[in-house]
């Protein structure tokens, strides 16, 4: 049924014009007569002209093709709105003529507003009903050649006249619509070649498309009403993510915000992740089809709103948070605060959020984490949100890596210190393994093996002043205070100088890891020789000997192999190689001598 592309008879726009209605009659000849087969050829021809004029006008390859476009595109209007066109031909034209005249939107500001008179057209004039898939389809398939953040605007601007002129199962329609809008928003925003003009005008008619949802909650009964008012606080706050992402626009920002609380939406049930799980319950139910045609992008939304309210004032007043409450709330609830923190992982694993948006994060954090909350965790499980909590430190750790700002890097370090020390000490040692054993960036794995060094250091002071203190009952206490002094230190240790490969680490890429690694197994080592213990079974005959064969005389080899290749070489490569295992070689050196120190006494 395919055609070929008509080309433009450029010797005048009067010739394009006559092509044009000599098309609209042939179209509206064949579908007057009945003749399937001839009516749908003859609407291809039309479509094939429309789309050779578009093309032709936005790559600007024909003089006064602009121009030629906007006649056009009015002469269509113009067939559209004449009193002689029956239901018939209007209803034929309706499946291809919205999706062509959007194609148009980008040419000039004049054919976007043609463009959206002759959607709006269709709609007054065909069943909204009808209307809504064929809308969602040609959203759903923005042609290559056209600026898609100008073809959708139209076609969203449809949706929201379809969506108030709905008669009946208005839940139903517009959760089928809401999805296909947030897929081509969020294709549009992450892209970074279009105008702020053009940006603008898509999230102007996005945000109007939300207040439509809005207004026809309002004439909605209870049952139904609760329905779309949880869809459009879904809808809301996906929008909201990807109106960060893409300008960061105040003042998009502060509308959406304002429809917030009509959806029954709190600050602390965003942060905690309380009103999406809620929300999302009502709209999808146990419809796990549904559940994944909906954005990933509603947490991210959920968890800037909060941040959003942090920068501005204006955006709490708008959503009606009392982000006073809410700072205090996380502060002094520990399961709130695990739920806030594992939100924000939303926010940290983001790679298209502005850094400014992680900045206000990491502060938040922060501020929420802030004081002796240590006391406040009594006997708190955080069992449950253990995966998640992880995610978020290991989102964490990546702005540690690779943010720019060198204050932003530190304030990242503090807050992942924090939310270590908010996990309960029995759990605390698994998350710094699973970050440890998951980092592919040697630093962070030596400033992870670091933390649990100083874990293991406050544990022995705990221990020894517990030992002093004979009148303390503290057998729970000394169960505490050695944690982290267990069997599972030798497998962190052998995770780094010994790993799954069976050969040693690759140096000098992770010297920094190994060197950690090493200054662990050391500090162990020393403390439970001084301290006559072998809580981590490192002082073991079978567990010298294995460390000795198989982690550290290898290692010794493959460093002093490097060095000596590397020792005559001037090059500022081999240079960087020596100075990176000097202090390596040296902390290796003392560990192979207190091993054989060790093993001698045990002989």
């Not at 940006?199 to 109007?208: A, C, K, N, P, W």
């Not at 799954?500 to 992770?510: A, E, H, K, M, S």
Request: glycine content about 4%; aromatic content about 8%; some cysteine.
């Amino acid at each position: 049924m395919s055609a070929e592309k008509t080309p433009i008879d450029g010797s005048s726009s009067a010739n394009t014009l006559l092509q044009l209605h000599q098309l609209l009659t042939s179209c509206s000849k064949s579908i007057s007569g009945g003749n399937f087969s001839q009516s749908q050829t003859s609407v291809s021809k039309l479509i094939n002209f429309l789309d050779s004029v578009s093309d032709a006008s936005i790559s600007e390859l024909e003089p006064g093709a602009k121009e030629n476009a906007f006649k056009i595109l009015s002469g269509i209007y113009e067939f559209l709105c004449s009193p002689s066109l029956n239901q018939e031909n209007i209803d034929a034209l309706s499946f291809e003529l919205p999706k062509s005249a959007s194609k148009f939107a980008g040419v000039s500001p004049q054919c976007l507003e043609i463009s959206d008179n002759i959607i709006h057209r269709f709609i007054e004039k065909c069943s909204p009903r009808d209307m809504l898939p064929i809308l969602c389809e040609a959203l759903d398939s923005p042609n290559k050649t056209v600026q898609a953040a100008t073809y959708v605007c139209p076609l969203i601007s449809g949706l929201s006249d379809v969506f108030i002129s709905l008669q009946r199962r208005h839940f139903e329609q517009i959760k089928v619509a809401v999805p296909v809008v947030v897929k081509v928003v969020k294709a549009i925003s992450t892209e970074s070649d279009y105008e702020d003009t053009e940006l603008e005008t898509l999230f102007e008619r996005i945000v109007v498309n939300a207040l439509s949802i809005q207004t026809v909650c309002r004439k909605l009964e209870d049952g139904e009403n609760e329905k779309l008012r949880a869809l459009l606080g879904l809808y809301v706050l996906q929008i909201l993510a990807l109106v960060s992402v893409s300008r960061n626009y105040l003042h998009f920002a502060l509308r959406l915000a304002s429809i917030l609380p009509y959806s029954g939406i709190s600050g602390l049930g965003l942060i905690t992740g309380y009103s999406v799980d809620t929300m999302s319950h009502i709209v999808i139910g146990e419809d796990e089809e549904d559940c994944s045609s909906f954005s990933s992008h509603i947490y991210l939304g959920a968890s800037l709103s909060v941040v959003w309210a942090q920068k501005h004032d204006e955006f709490a007043q708008a959503a009606k948070f009392d982000f006073g409450a809410i700072k205090t709330e996380l502060q002094n609830n520990p399961t709130k605060r695990w739920q806030a923190v594992a939100m924000l992982k939303h926010i940290f694993a983001s790679i298209d959020l502005p850094w400014e948006f992680k900045r206000y994060t990491v502060d938040f954090l922060l501020y929420i984490t802030s004081g002796d909350i240590s006391n406040k965790l009594g006997h708190n499980d955080c069992s449950l949100y253990m995966t998640s909590l992880f995610s978020s430190l290991q989102a964490l750790t990546m702005i540690i890596i690779y943010a720019s700002d060198t204050v932003l890097r530190k304030n990242a370090f503090e807050a992942l210190k924090r939310v270590l020390g908010d996990i309960p000490n029995s759990q605390r040692f698994d998350i710094l393994k699973a970050l440890i054993k998951n980092s592919d960036s040697s630093s962070m794995v030596a400033i992870l093996l670091d933390l649990v060094r100083g874990e293991m250091h406050r544990e022995r002071i705990l221990r020894t002043s517990l030992q002093k203190n004979e009148a303390l009952e503290a057998d729970s206490k000394t169960c505490q205070s050695t944690l982290f002094w267990s069997t599972s230190i030798l497998e962190l240790v052998e995770s780094v100088l010994r790993p799954d490969t069976g050969r040693p680490p690759i140096l000098p890429d992770n010297s920094d890891a190994v060197l950690s690694a090493l200054n662990l197994y050391r500090f162990v080592l020393m403390t439970e020789a001084a301290e006559k213990t072998n809580y981590t079974g490192l002082q073991s005959k079978n567990n010298l000997q294995k460390a000795y064969n198989e982690w550290l005389l290898p290692l010794r080899m493959l460093v002093g192999g490097i060095a000596a290749a590397n020792k005559n070489d001037i090059d500022q490569h081999a240079v960087d190689t020596v100075c990176a295992l000097n202090p390596l070689e040296l902390v290796l050196y003392r560990c192979i001598e207190l091993v054989e120190e060790n093993l001698k006494h045990l002989a």
